[in-house]
């Protein structure tokens, strides 16, 4: 199925989302791994330098549902990136993106040559004025406490644990159940993989990941 419909001109998109921690990112690699080993070239892209600056994807008065809203430059994503390199399936392309560490902008470069499938990994893909722009798409099922293990663990954003604790409760998983309340992502996608509280375990003890 990949094969044929990847070889009729345009790049196959497939979306991979979930809450943050849910494992999205190792999906997306053994996917890629997967479509290499048939021959296949995929496009691994990931959603998180598309953030908006913190001051745009952030409100006091209701964090969770203003990060929903506005945490994500989609718009340009697709116009800039997906659209060009799932209809040419070639794209060489340097813009300004989101360093999540200290939040500031910094050169990002893309360059994908011959791509047979656009693997899109992030979260809020399934949000209900997305999903019709993918050919496929996956729900990562996981817990909001296996997945939280897995923030504190990987700690990206480079704070304390306190810190860390209050920004996931007050922004980020606020506005990742609004978002499976309001537009039910797991029913939505073709299909849902658990990633549930063994790997947990397992990637907690393994700081950077």
């Known amino acids: 199925m990949v094969t044929a419909r990847a070889t009729r001109g345009r790049a ?15 999906l ?37 549902r203003h990060f929903y809203r506005h945490a994500f430059r989609f718009d340009e994503l697709f116009a800039r990136l997906i659209a060009p390199l799932r209809e040419r399936r070639s794209v060489t392309l340097t813009l300004d993106l989101i360093r999540l560490v ?48 897995r923030a504190l663990a990987r700690n990206q954003e480079g704070q304390s644990e306190a810190r860390l604790r209050d920004d996931y409760a007050r922004i980020y998983f606020a506005a990742q159940r609004h978002h499976i309340g309001l537009d039910a992502p797991a029913e939505a ?21």
Not at 12 to 26: H, N, Q, R
Not at 29 to 35: G, I, N, P, R, W
Not at 133 to 143: I, K, T
Request: proline fraction near 6%; glycine fraction near 10%.
């Open 12 to 26: 196959l998109l497939v979306a991979i989302s979930g809450i943050d921690g849910s494992g999205k990112s190792t």
């Open 28 to 64: 997306a690699s053994q996917m890629a791994e997967l479509l290499e080993g048939r021959g296949l070239r995929p496009a691994r892209i990931t959603l998180d330098p598309w953030h908006t600056p913190w001051p745009m994807r952030y409100d006091a008065e209701d964090p969770g």
């Open 102 to 149: 200290d939040d500031a902008c910094a050169p990002h470069t893309y360059d994908f040559a011959d791509v047979d499938v656009i693997l899109l990994e992030g979260i809020f893909l399934l949000r209900r004025d997305l999903r019709g722009r993918y050919d496929l798409a996956f729900w990562v099922e996981c817990s909001f406490e296996t997945a939280l293990a």
């Open 189 to 209: 996608a073709d299909g849902v993989i658990w990633n549930g509280d063994t790997i947990s375990r397992a990637l907690a003890r393994t700081p950077g990941r």
